[in-house]
Each structure stands twice: as C-alpha cells, then as structure tokens.
C-alpha cells in the first residue's frame, strides 16, 4: 500500500466509492468521470503503479482483473466493451494504481484520441 494511494484508501474502505464488485483480491467501482454510459475500473487491492509495475508473480492477478472486467461489463449490461490500461503520464495515466477501465454503452470508435 502507497499511503497516499487514491486507489488504495478506496480499496481499504478509508474513502468512499460507489462500488459494484469486491473479494480478496479486486475491487470495481464506477469512475467519476464517465466516458460512456457504463464506465467503471477494475482495480487489485495490491498496490501496482501499472502494467509495466508487474512482474511475472502478478500474472495470475492481472488475467483476473481482466475476465471479471469482462464479466461485470456484461451483467451490466454491456457484454460488448472496451477494456483500457492506461501505462504511463503520455498515455493518458493520472492514477498510479493500476487500473482497468471498462467502458461500453455506446458504439467505440479507432482509434481512441
Ligand atoms: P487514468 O487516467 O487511466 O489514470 O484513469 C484514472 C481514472 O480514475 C479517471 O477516469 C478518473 O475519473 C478516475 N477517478 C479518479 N478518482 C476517482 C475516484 N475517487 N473514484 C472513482 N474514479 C476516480
């Protein structure tokens, strides 16, 4: 944990976020900042600061992340989705834990801006 970690404090409950999913492992909650009318992000209660934070020992962790991604998308409503990691401040990061963003409701385009 990162004591000034946004996404830790969220994931230990120390500050409120409107969540729709958590175990052991994972938390989802609904980004405050929509793009699209469902948009929420996986997270893992583990304090990684990206993709490229992990190591090969995350690997099992990262492929939850992304099926339960997947699978909330589509018990909201939105099977067909768009799933992002942002990597990095030119790559649009602000928040140093990583985090998938799942979006879906409206048609996608390509590439992303
Ligand atoms: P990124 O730009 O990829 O790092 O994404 C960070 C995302 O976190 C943005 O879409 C923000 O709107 C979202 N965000 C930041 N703070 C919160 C919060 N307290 N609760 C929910 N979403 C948040």
């Known amino acids: 944990m990162a004591g000034d970690c946004i996404f830790c404090k969220i994931s230990k409950g120390e500050i409120p976020a409107k969540k729709l999913y958590e175990d052991d492992e994972l938390v989802a ?3 405050t900042a929509p793009q699209a009318p469902i948009h929420f992000l996986v997270i893992p209660k583990k304090h990684l600061s ?3 934070g992990t190591t090969a020992a995350d690997d099992q962790l990262i492929g939850k992340v992304l099926r339960k991604g997947a699978e909330l998308a589509a018990a909201n409503g939105a099977a067909d989705c768009r799933l992002v990691m942002n990597n990095g401040p030119e790559a649009g990061q602000t ?6 963003h799942v979006l879906g409701g409206r048609p996608m385009t390509w590439p992303p801006g």
Do not use: C, K, Q, S
């Not at 928040?95 to 998938?100: A, G, P, T, Y």
């Open 29 to 31: 909650f609904w980004d």
């Open 50 to 52: 990206g993709p490229a």
């Open 95 to 100: 928040v140093f834990h990583l985090h998938m």
